[in-house]
């Protein structure tokens, strides 16, 4: 059975360092993995999608990679601002065309 | 998020009632989903639907029933709410398997 887990669950930085959030897979046998960032008491708005023929996807400050036979994505945050400070949840496609969800990261970034 | 539209945003429900959660969406979505988010928790799936006519259980789908009558619409349904359901439900849409997830602002439910 596929689990998907995000380390650590809770992280705080200064504003403007550069910070990579974790999102660990047990079974490389993916369709692809979505990123998504909440806001304390908001819906969910999707940040980056990587399928798993790809390695990696760019929006703006944003990079997700993928390394399926390590089990891993990472989402970095460049020159990270007080306005990133949210929750970061990875979203993964298994074989069985099930999604999966961790259980997000909680980010404060400290003026 | 654009396409998926849940409704009701907010409800209280008193033990023993029932309700039906909404969700439609208009990006012709072959597989929607529902979740709840709780609190330590991360998102749960109770139920989703590969396709329009089919639904299947996902992790929690005890006190829960679905439909899918049409494409655009998967409809949540309580039976008798219970405390334990108080929860933040999303539905979400996905075209196909290789496109990206999209969801809507999710439901805040209470059970009283």
């Known amino acids: 059975k596929q689990e998907v887990t995000q380390i650590p669950a809770a992280l705080s930085v200064p504003e403007g360092e550069n910070l990579v959030l974790n999102c660990s897979f047990t079974d490389s046998a993916i369709y692809n993995l979505q990123w998504f960032r909440q806001d304390p008491g908001k819906g969910l708005t999707s940040l980056l999608l990587?399928?798993?023929s790809q390695r990696e996807q760019t929006s703006g400050r944003l990079n997700a990679s993928l390394d399926k036979s390590s089990g891993r994505s990472t989402l970095y945050i460049a020159a990270s601002q007080p306005g990133d400070s949210a929750t970061y949840l990875c979203?993964?496609?298994?074989?069985?065309?099930?999604?999966?969800w961790g259980a997000g990261t909680k980010l404060i970034i400290k003026p | 998020n654009a396409g998926v539209t849940q409704t009701p945003k907010f409800q209280v429900l008193k033990t023993g009632q029932s309700m039906t959660l909404q969700c439609a969406q208009d990006m012709n979505h072959n597989s929607m989903y529902w979740y709840r988010q709780d609190p330590g928790m991360g998102l749960r799936l109770i139920y989703y639907s590969a396709s329009e006519g089919t639904t299947d259980k996902g992790e929690v789908p005890n006190g829960y029933n679905v439909s899918r009558l049409n494409k655009r619409e998967f409809s949540l349904r309580l039976e008798s709410a219970a405390p334990s359901q108080t929860s933040v439900y999303f539905c979400?849409?996905?075209?196909?398997?290789?496109?990206?997830?999209?969801f809507g602002q999710g439901t805040r439910l209470t059970v009283v």
């Open positions: 979400a849409g996905k075209p196909d398997i290789n496109t990206e997830a999209f």
């Open positions: 979203l993964l496609r298994d074989s069985n065309y099930q999604l999966i």
């Open positions: 990587i399928q798993s």
